[in-house]
T-cell receptor, first 116, second 110 residues
Framework: DGGITQSPKYLFRKEGQNVTLSCEQN?????MYWYRQDPGQGLRLIYY???????QKGDIAEGYSVSREKKESFPLTVTSAQKNPTAFYLC???????????????FGPGTRLLVL | GNSVTQMEGPVTLSEEAFLTINCTYT??????LFWYVQYPGEGLQLLLK?????DKGSNKGFEATYRKETTSFHLEKGSVQVSDSAVYFC?????????FGTGTQLKVEL
């Protein structure tokens, strides 16, 4: 089945620790995105990438880093500089270009990050 | 910048009731509009979309019409079911980015 997988489902971070969230897609999409969701709020864009080895900051990139070494993979690292990391993290992907199909982002099941 | 405003929840309805969740937006140009649904503990699923003015998106009994004159994209369903209980997000796509509303929780009771 085509889709987006995120792992792990739950992740615990200790003080001062960096943690990495995995996102893989087999939809052959060029663009991938990371969002953060907090209770009672909409999704906020952290980083996005439209092509391998290139990515752009979103609205709340501070304290996060990403890489895009393969088209299928877009891991997110939550660094120790992120002082309030507890949230639900969602990865998404889409095609690029014009037209209806290119407009839609498809989401993974999410990773919930908790601070110990 | 772009923004999306949704009615606050939770919205609690009895099964078979009529549903409306209001969504208005502010954007430059002609954005595409979306409704996503999120079930507890899961990611977002695309429910429906509309890419130009007067388009109607529909799926699983839900409908929304892209109204440029009122900058709105209200979600409606004629008869809700308990299984429709979820959080619904309105979103617009301008350029490369999706801008989301804060979400509206729907609870449907027997």
């Amino acid at each position: 089945d085509g889709g987006i997988t995120q792992s792990p489902k739950y992740l615990f971070r200790k003080e001062g620790q960096n943690v990495t969230l995995s996102c893989e897609q087999n939809l052959n999409h060029d663009a991938m995105y990371w969002y953060r969701q907090d209770p009672g709020q909409g999704l906020r864009l952290i980083y996005y990438s439209q092509i391998v080895n290139d990515f752009q900051k979103g609205d709340i990139a501070e304290g996060y880093s990403v890489s895009r070494e393969k088209k299928e993979s877009f891991p997110l690292t939550v660094t120790s500089a992120q002082k309030n990391p507890t949230a639900f993290y969602l990865c998404a992907s889409s095609r690029l270009g014009q037209g209806d199909l290119q407009e839609t982002q498809y989401f993974g099941p999410g990773t919930r990050l908790l601070v110990l | 910048g772009n923004s999306v405003t949704q009615m606050e929840g939770p919205v609690t309805l009895s099964e078979e009731a009529f549903l409306t969740i209001n969504c208005t937006y502010t954007a430059t140009g002609y954005p595409s509009l979306f409704w996503y649904v999120q079930y507890p503990g899961e990611g977002l699923q695309l429910l429906l979309k509309a890419t130009k003015a007067d388009d109607k998106g529909s799926n699983k009994g839900f409908e929304a019409t892209y109204r440029k004159e009122t900058t709105s994209f209200h979600l409606e369903k004629g008869s809700v079911q308990v299984s429709d209980s979820a959080v619904y997000f309105c979103a617009l796509k301008g350029g490369n980015k999706l801008t989301f509303g804060t979400g509206t929780q729907l609870k449907v009771e027997l």
